[in-house]
């Protein structure tokens, strides 16, 4: 590993050493503005020609504190209840300038303007608020420094103007919109970022410097805002949902007509602490999942979409693997017992509250309760009972944010009656605490956790506990022994951290270890359990451009997995390498080699014994087009092998965007992947958690194709259609069917035998089609009007394996289409 991080040093050189950091905070002075400005975008106003310009931006892309191509100012005034920002961004080609339109939160290929606030000026926390030159606002929270969370949506305002000298956007943001203690005297954190997006360049005031891991914490500050009060912040939401839907019923579908309202509430409880709540959501409007088939052992995780647990999501991630203690999408999920296409196909929720708090002194606090109603299904019987689940959070930083420690607690709560508690856990428990501390000049941060966690419920539950696929107690070779009689489980976790943040080459050790009983899953996404692993990351970046490369970056990682009891579980080398030439065209090629060394699958037959594996190899290579095109291509190729030769997969994907004129884009994506699996588990039969059981396994050819669709179309900045259209289609043939034999056997054929006297498992014809189609109008600030029509089909038959897209297709819309229509109506009040 040192030798090839050395060659790629050597082969960066001599560009990739990165300038000192400096020492010097920049400052920026708001001065008061006796008559506000008009929000205009002329910049015009007399409080102009008194607020000093800061100037001195630099150039962070493609190179780091370079001189910029066009000089760029920055004005600052306030009033009792707004902070107003001018920014001037000289150009002498004005008229090269492309005011693109687009939606809210949708970034173009277009130039623009950003500018950043740290009120709190923690040094870890803050806001940006982005512009384009044809006045489309984007907006994100940000919470560790550095990470930006996209979902939230604040109401401020900002006009844009193209004139002779470039382009001015003239921004006012409501003090009610940032979160700061009661002073006589503030200072915020500041910065500004201009994109300049013809030239791919971007530069920024205070320098920043991509060599840092960092962000927030690189800001200048803004002083001479004198005289205000802390705001009392009061935002109330309500919203009425009109929907049409399609449901399955024992005879076919019926059309049945819903008519709901609802409420968001946000309520500043102090000037630093402030309640969200919602009552009665209804996100009809959010995009759909992604059509997929799940044929492993576990779950498939997918991103949170719902505004109301996106927003502040961050103050409950500590970073790093812990981060799996909450996952949101547990609240509303589908309901767990849900056994027939009649069955609802998601929990409603009853109300959810949020609760955090930022104070002067580094001490943050969050709290999350909901309540998720009881679900019934078509049989009668619930399917998943009413649920309260808790989260709570508590963070103290030291030393400007450069140090934390933190907890977090969570719990859910069912009222499982005598049917589902044989089914589904009561409670579960979860408690951690975590810290880091950055030293040697903030080049070094080291960071840990802890976690302890318990379940509860019915013996009948915990036994299914301890069988599912986080655990397979049953294994006759495992670490714990099943035990039928528990009515309670419980295990910890922990996990140590060493980065190196800050240069041209970084290194990141991470160690963990989770007992075999950890279940962390009732409100949380943790499915490596019996578990000791290290792992070992070394990056190295270009960070000035050069006669070859406009920027270049490559990685490598080595990984190991054992179980609690000492069994190599997986071993692993990865390479991540990149490059952007001069021109804007870039390519990725990704190398990795898994399951070295002899290691063994715990999971892969399902609760029996682990299954020795052969290495696997495979490789990824991306084709990435100069993004200031009208027509950007995409193209992608992967392949690998495993199993000795007797497994191995082709597939690549192929698509473009397309932007015509300012106002409409559109891009398709089409995947396919040809997949053969020599040891496919195809199920377990005979007395099962006895020495009878047969653990079965067959080869599998399948073929895999994806489209995904994504049309758009702007009125206005405020006026705006959105299509999503996803078909997803998927076949499998099984043969050679075995059984395992010899588990551990070094010889791949010695590890299985013949099974089912020459007959194989049936194939299967899988597809799926999603969409929405979406009319969004803001027609005032923060109040919005959908319409929303959704459809979904779904096509399950045996199959023979044998792949025809326009056959599965022909079945796929043959099936019957699942349509809702929706209509929301939101209204802003802010009393």
């Not at 400005?37 to 015009?44: A, S």
């Not at 977090?408 to 605490?433: E, F, I, K, N, P």
Request: charged share 20%; glycine share 10%.
């Amino acid at each position: 590993m040192r030798l090839i991080t050395a060659a790629a040093a050597l082969m960066l050189a001599p560009s990739l050493f990165a300038q000192g950091l400096g020492t010097h905070e920049p400052i920026g002075h708001a001065v008061r503005a006796v008559t506000p400005p008009v929000i205009d975008g002329r910049g015009d106003d007399a409080v102009w020609t008194l607020a000093p310009p800061m100037t001195g931006f630099r150039q962070f892309d493609p190179g780091e504190d370079l001189d910029p191509s066009y000089a760029t100012e920055v004005r600052v005034a306030y009033d009792d209840h707004y902070l107003y920002v001018l920014v001037r961004a000289y150009d002498p080609h004005p008229d090269s300038i492309r005011p693109l339109l687009s939606r809210r939160d949708v970034k173009t290929s277009s130039d623009q303007i950003k500018i950043i606030i740290d009120a709190f000026h923690d040094r870890r926390t803050g806001i940006e608020l982005a512009v384009n030159p044809a006045g489309v606002k984007r907006d994100y929270s940000i919470y560790s420094d550095i990470v930006e969370d996209p979902t939230w949506d604040g109401v401020w305002d900002v006009e844009t103007r193209i004139d002779e000298k470039g382009w001015v956007a003239e921004f006012r943001v409501p003090f009610s919109q940032l979160r700061f203690n009661a002073k006589a005297e503030h200072v915020f954190g500041f910065g500004v970022w201009r994109d300049i997006t013809r030239l791919n360049e971007r530069d920024s005031w205070p320098v920043y410097r991509k060599s840092v891991n960092t962000l927030i914490s690189q800001l200048g500050t803004l002083d001479g805002i004198k005289g205000i009060a802390a705001p009392r912040r009061l935002e109330l939401l309500p919203y009425t949902v009109v929907k049409n839907a399609s449901e399955p019923t024992t005879t076919g579908n019926r059309s049945v007509n819903h008519a709901t309202v609802g409420l968001d509430a946000k309520v500043g409880l102090t000037p630093t602490v402030t309640l969200d709540a919602t009552v009665n959501p209804d996100f009809g409007q959010v995009e759909s999942d992604p059509a997929v088939l799940n044929l492993s052992a576990f779950e498939i995780q997918f991103a949170e979409r719902r505004p109301f647990f996106q927003e502040g999501v961050g103050l409950y991630k500590c970073g790093g693997p812990c981060e799996g203690i909450f996952y949101t999408r547990r609240i509303g999920r589908s309901p767990q017992l849900r056994a027939s296409a009649l069955d609802p196909a998601f929990t409603g929720i009853t109300g959810a509250t949020k609760l955090t708090g930022h104070f002067g002194n580094g001490i943050a606090i969050g709290i999350v309760d909901a309540v998720t109603e009881q679900v019934r299904g078509s049989a009668g019987t619930t399917i998943e009972p009413k649920t309260n689940y808790f989260v709570g959070r508590a963070v103290r930083e030291f030393d400007g944010g450069r140090s934390q420690i933190g907890a977090m607690l969570t719990d859910t709560r069912r009222q499982v009656d005598d049917a589902t508690g044989q089914l589904l856990r009561r409670s579960a428990t979860t408690g951690l605490v975590q810290g880091y501390t950055q030293f040697w000049r903030d080049q070094w941060q080291v960071m840990g956790y802890g976690a302890v966690n318990r379940v509860e419920g019915s013996a009948a539950a915990i036994a299914l506990t301890q069988t599912g696929s986080v655990h397979y107690f049953q294994r006759p070779d495992g670490d714990m022994q099943y035990d039928p009689t528990r009515t309670a489980l419980g295990g910890t976790v922990a996990g140590f951290e060493l980065t190196k943040l800050r240069g041209w080459m970084r290194f990141d050790t991470f160690l963990r270890y989770a007992t075999p009983g950890l279940e962390a899953n009732d409100l949380g996404f943790v499915t490596l359990v019996n578990d000791k692993s290290v792992r070992q990351e070394v990056d190295v970046y270009q960070l000035t451009p050069n006669a070859y490369f406009r920027t270049a970056a490559m990685a490598f990682v080595a990984e190991s997995h054992w179980t609690s009891g000492g069994l190599p579980a997986a071993r692993s080398l990865q390479t991540f390498n990149s490059v952007v030439l001069p021109n804007s065209w870039g390519a990725s090629l990704n190398l990795t080699a898994t399951d070295l060394g002899g290691v063994n699958c715990v999971s892969c037959a399902r609760g029996g014994p682990a299954l020795r594996q052969s290495p696997k190899l495979g490789l990824r290579a991306d084709l990435n087009a100069d993004p200031r095109l009208a027509l950007l291509p995409h193209a992608a190729f992967r392949a690998g092998t495993s199993d000795e030769g007797r497994s191995a997969y082709r597939g690549g994907d192929l698509g473009f965007d397309l932007r015509v004129g300012s106002q409409f884009s559109t891009s398709v994506l089409a995947s396919f992947d040809h997949v053969v699996n020599n040891q496919q588990w195809t199920g377990n039969f005979g007395a099962l958690l006895s020495d009878t059981t047969h653990y079965t396994f067959a080869r599998l050819d399948q073929n895999i194709l994806a489209l995904t669709a994504r049309g758009n179309w702007t009125a206005t900045r405020d006026l705006s259609f959105q299509l999503y259209a996803q078909p997803f289609f998927t076949t499998g043939a099984f043969s050679q069917w075995r059984e395992l034999q010899s588990a551990r056997a070094p010889s791949y054929n010695g590890r299985f035998r013949s099974y089912g006297g020459g007959m194989s498992p049936a194939g299967f014809e899988f597809g799926q089609f999603n969409s929405n189609a979406v009319v969004r109008w803001e027609y005032r600030p923060a109040s919005v009007l959908f319409l929303v029509w959704q459809q979904g089909r779904l096509q399950n038959l045996p199959g023979t394996g044998t792949f025809s897209a326009s056959q599965s297709t022909n079945n796929l819309f043959a099936a019957h289409a699942n349509n809702t229509f929706l209509i929301k109506l939101s209204y802003w009040f802010n009393p």
